[in-house]
């Protein structure tokens, strides 16, 4: 309120009501003074000037060096990568679960049957559905740990390898 009665932007019966009391009170007197140093101060004070290579300046401040861009992984050896292994966890499950592979040649032969013999089929298959359904859990779970495995290694393991194949180790 004293910088408004110092700028004389106060209505005048508000005026009057700081001027009262500022000659009771000798606190607010006191920072009225200081106020008016202040505004005096700020009157005289002059803004800095801009330098004429402020754009260079401002330029060359925020320029940094890129980093060496990587190289990613090719997708197709991703995906070769992937089917690879894919290919190796199915031929070790039926090198380990005989019964699995029973069960895929008997769905081959009633698929290629007529459509009477559907649901015969059906009903053979109805035994393996568990085991149906345990596999497909495991592909996906296997998929799961492959894409994290495949995320892990371009993410971490990749610049290790590069450094110690490229550079030497380390000292």
């Given at each position: 309120m004293l910088d408004d009665y110092l700028e004389g932007a106060l209505r005048p019966r508000e005026g009057r009501l700081v001027a009262a009391h500022l000659r009771g009170?000798?606190?607010?007197?006191?920072?009225?003074?200081?106020?008016?140093?202040?505004?005096?101060?700020?009157?005289?004070?002059?803004?800095p000037g801009v330098p004429r290579d402020i754009t260079a300046a401002v330029v060359s401040a925020t320029a940094t060096t890129r980093p060496k861009?990587?190289?990613?992984?090719?997708?197709?050896?991703?995906?070769?990568?992937y089917l690879l292994s894919a290919w190796?966890?199915?031929?070790?499950?039926?090198?380990?679960?005989?019964?699995?592979?029973?069960?895929?040649?008997?769905?081959?032969?009633f698929a290629q049957r007529d459509l009477?013999?559907?649901?015969?089929?059906?009903?053979?298959l109805a035994p393996a559905t568990p085991l149906a359904a345990a596999a497909v859990t495991g592909v996906?779970?296997?998929?799961?740990?492959?894409?994290?495995?495949?995320f892990y290694a371009y993410r971490r393991l990749r610049p290790l390898l590069a450094f110690y194949l490229g550079r030497g180790s380390r000292t």
């Open positions: 009170c000798a606190g607010c007197a006191r920072l009225l003074d200081e106020l008016r140093v202040v505004d005096a101060l700020l009157t005289t004070a002059r803004a861009a990587r190289r990613p992984l090719p997708l197709t050896v991703a995906l070769l990568l190796a966890v199915a031929a070790v499950a039926f090198m380990r679960l005989p019964d699995l592979a029973q069960i895929g040649s008997v769905s081959i032969v009477a013999a559907l649901g015969a089929a059906s009903r053979a996906l779970l296997i998929d799961v740990v492959l894409l994290a495995a495949t």
